[in-house]
């Protein structure tokens, strides 16, 4: 069985797959920025899930970025820290890339996923998603109306910078789907453990994009 952990943006969720592509368990957590405190406690719920079963863990995959640097570096520490302790392989899956493809199984008429995660003001992370199976790389970028033309008709939004794009580019009759969760990288997940696409346990780090700005505590504040 593989665990699949989601830990990049707001909320934090867990799945897991079996060898068919299966999502045999799934959790998620409503609790905004709630990652150190709950997300332990979904994996944990998934190995109970497991063992209740009879069945046991083989690999181990994470959203390896872009996302928030805070819950990315929870959930690759607790992901490495459960293939060093356990033996298992580790994946990382682009998770732009696997909201995208999932959003298209989803509404097939649609040409152009934009997927795209808040990175602060008025910039996202974002990577574009087509139907004929291509991507864009993965950048981040201020959104403005010249910068991102949409087609009403071909195109969706995927992610939670949602409301900032419907504030910034005008177009709330557009089609928006609310992610990451765990459940969106699940077919990507078992894409790479099927053709054993593995990262170094030692040595994997997030793509976070950007450098971590530290921000003042509202505690602190005058």
Not at 53 to 64: D, H, K, M, P, R
Not at 66 to 78: A, D, K
């Amino acid at each position: 069985m593989l665990l699949v952990i989601e830990s990049s943006a707001d909320f934090p969720s867990v799945c897991i797959v079996n060898r068919e592509g299966e999502i045999i368990f799934s959790r998620n957590i409503s609790t905004e920025k709630s990652h150190a405190e709950k997300l332990p406690l979904l994996i944990e719920e998934g190995l109970g899930y497991l063992r209740e079963n009879g069945q046991f863990l083989e690999a181990v995959a994470i959203n390896g970025g872009p996302g928030s640097y805070t819950g990315l570096r929870i959930g690759t520490s607790l992901a490495k820290g459960m293939c060093f302790g356990l033996g298992l392989p580790l994946i990382s899956i682009n998770g732009l890339k696997a909201m995208g493809f999932w959003a298209l199984e989803k509404f097939t008429d649609k040409k152009r996923v934009l997927a795209m995660l808040d990175a602060r003001r008025d910039e996202v992370y974002i990577q574009y998603v087509f139907s004929d199976g291509t991507f864009s790389e993965v950048t981040a970028e201020v959104i403005h109306p010249d910068s991102c033309v949409v087609n009403m008709e071909n195109d969706l939004f995927i992610g939670n910078a949602n409301q900032k794009v419907i504030r910034l580019l005008d177009c709330a009759g557009m089609t928006f789907l609310i992610g990451p969760t765990a459940d969106q990288l699940a077919y990507e997940a078992h894409k790479k453990w099927q053709a054993n696409e593995f990262e170094s346990v030692a040595y994997f780090e997030p793509n976070y994009l950007k450098e971590f700005q530290a921000g003042i505590s509202k505690k602190f504040s005058l």
